[in-house]
């Protein structure tokens, strides 16, 4: 099945549109860090013809996919094989001092929860794996075998946000004494089991969090990302914008705050004159982070958690 026809891309038109003031300058340059399956560059690239589309992805797979879709805008693509935070790197090997737009559409993509043998999908059973990039790291597999009973439950608790981290750590540990845990099932029915009865009848899968967790580990989301947003508001020509789609909570922090940083000035209260050097340099383009409305929600489900928040550079940081 072709990309464009599995995949439906969260927010399509509402993110363009976020990044359109900086798309239309002569010779723009879109960096997607998190290419996925190319929906939103394929909109990009149409929508704006003199575009130029840098899009990043550590999975190989997504790469040829998108490849494959983006096949007719031809010179105008370049795709790499890279972790997001990697971009300075990638753009430097390019050519680039400067990008007019940047995206992040952050989280597990459709098609690693569609493809049951990844091992992102506690709905389906299959090997522990959750790694983005198949080709290297460890897997899921390793961390709940080889890590603490006190590391796990810190993992669960900090990435899952898990009420119940000690106890399900504690029946990993007993449980992989007896043998390996190795596939998802496994994992959802042990999961299942050290959380009490009342528990488990609300809030859906009780292995959602863990899920969650493990993947985060496995794929160092959140240390990238605190490295990846930074280095992507570096690399911004003035006018450039970013937007990034974040899916819980914790990325949304790290968006938040790294956005903060540049577009509210750290200066004492009252102070009558703000010196140059501690001026703005972002401006918020959203108020707040933005959620999906319903109608987008009915079209595509996975809209549901997302929020979005986008920035414009307007000058040099100091």
């Known amino acids: 099945m072709s990309a464009a026809v599995r995949h439906v891309s969260v927010l399509r038109d509402r993110v363009i549109a976020l990044l359109a003031p900086a798309l239309e300058a002569p010779g723009a340059v879109l960096v997607d860090a998190t290419l996925g399956l190319g929906g939103h560059a394929e909109h990009a690239l149409t929508r704006f013809p003199d575009l130029r589309l840098v899009g990043l992805d550590r999975d190989p797979e997504a790469l040829r996919l998108s490849e494959e879709r983006l096949a007719a805008f031809g010179p105008r693509v370049t795709l790499v094989h890279a972790v997001y935070d990697e971009l300075p790197e990638v753009l430097a090997d390019l050519g680039y001092r400067e990008i007019q737009g940047v995206l ?22 299959a090997p522990l794996d959750m790694r983005m990039d ?72 009780p292995a959602k969090r863990t899920f969650q967790a493990l993947r985060i580990e496995v794929n160092g989301e959140l240390d990238v990302l605190r490295r990846a947003i930074p280095a992507a508001l570096d690399a911004l020509a003035v006018g450039g914008r970013i937007v990034v789609m974040s899916y819980h ?35 918020l383009v959203t108020r707040g982070a933005e959620a999906a409305d319903e109608a987008e929600v009915a079209a595509n489900p996975r809209a549901a958690s997302v929020r979005v928040r986008a920035a414009e550079r307007i000058g040099r940081a100091a």
């Open 134 to 205: 198949p080709t290297t790291g460890q897997t899921a597999a390793d961390v709940v075998n080889t890590y603490s009973a006190a590391d796990l439950a810190r993992i669960l608790r900090q990435y899952g946000e898990e009420k119940f981290a000690g106890r399900i750590a504690a029946r990993i540990v007993v449980e992989r004494a007896q043998a390996p845990i190795t596939s998802s099932a496994r994992l959802v029915q042990l999961v299942r089991d050290s959380i009490p009865a009342a528990a488990r009848r609300t809030g859906g899968n």
């Open 104 to 125: 992040f559409d952050l989280g597990v993509s459709s098609m690693q929860l569609d493809e049951a043998d990844r091992g992102f999908a506690y709905a389906q059973d």
């Open 249 to 283: 909570s914790l990325e949304d922090r790290i968006v938040k705050h790294a956005l903060a940083v540049g577009a509210h000035p750290d200066v004492p209260v009252g102070l009558p004159v703000i010196p140059e050097a501690m001026q703005p340099w972002l401006r």
